[in-house]
């Protein structure tokens, strides 16, 4: 499984050139800033659009490296050090620039790989402020023959949330940014009493559907 994980996280790569105690230790250590990244998209709605100011304009747009946004009608717009809870005000800062009185609606999606026992396992882009539990959700919740209790959470094959650190996250709501999760993290559902071997894992890479989770309700 965790060999599956490093290859989908290496394919998302190239798709897309107070208190939250008892956090865990490695988590924070692995990913120590919320910022937005290179491989994270961002849902804007902006009235009067920017190409247009006869009428709003939405747009799911590509960070792209530095990290920046490339909008269309403005040019590249710098989002280093922006964290992903802040990129609504940073924007309309921005677009107050170009654009008289500009409502701006913007969230940051976190593309994440949903593997193993769930319904569909594949690429889903959630909302950074969305819980976990909904991102597994969004690719169909466990099947029958998951193993819930020993879900884990992994970056580059390494352990990020497991055990009942995890389940204490997932039971608190406990949401995207919060866990520090970044793109091309892996969270992995196994199945009971059963591990698939390298073949079987190559296999069902070939056959997983690179989904981009698209909510319909986002303001």
């Known amino acids: 499984m965790s060999t599956r994980c490093s290859l ?25 800033d919320d910022t937005v990244r290179v491989g994270d998209r961002v849902l804007l709605r902006v009235e009067p659009g920017l190409t247009d100011s006869a009428r709003q304009q939405s747009d799911t747009l ?9 909008l269309p009608g403005v040019g590249e717009l710098s989002l ?8 609504e005000p940073y924007l309309t800062r921005q677009l107050a ?5 500009p409502e701006v609606h913007a969230r940051v999606l976190v593309r994440l ?15 950074a402020d969305a819980a976990v539990s909904d991102a597994i959700m969004a690719a169909g919740g466990p099947t029958r023959d998951s193993k819930m209790g020993s879900a884990r959470i992994e970056r580059d094959a ?4 497991s055990g009942s650190q995890l389940q204490n996250a997932i039971a608190r709501g406990l949401t995207v940014d919060q866990m520090r999760l ?22 069902i890479l070939l056959t997983l559907p690179a989904a981009i989770y698209g909510l319909t309700r986002l303001f």
């Open 80 to 87: 280093a050090g922006v964290r992903r809870v802040e990129i």
């Open 182 to 203: 970044r793109s091309g993290d892996c969270v992995i559902v196994p199945r009971r009493h059963d591990a698939a071997t390298t073949a079987q894992v190559l296999g």
């Open 158 to 161: 390494v352990q990020l949330w």
């Open 113 to 127: 790989s949903i593997l193993g026992e769930v319904a569909r396992p594949g690429f889903y882009a959630v909302p």
């Open 97 to 101: 620039r170009f654009l008289k009185n």
């Open 8 to 32: 989908l996280a290496s394919l998302a790569s190239l798709a897309s050139v107070a208190s939250l105690a008892p956090l865990a230790p490695l988590a924070m250590a692995q990913a120590p």
């Open 62 to 70: 590509a960070v792209t490296p530095g990290p920046a946004l490339l």
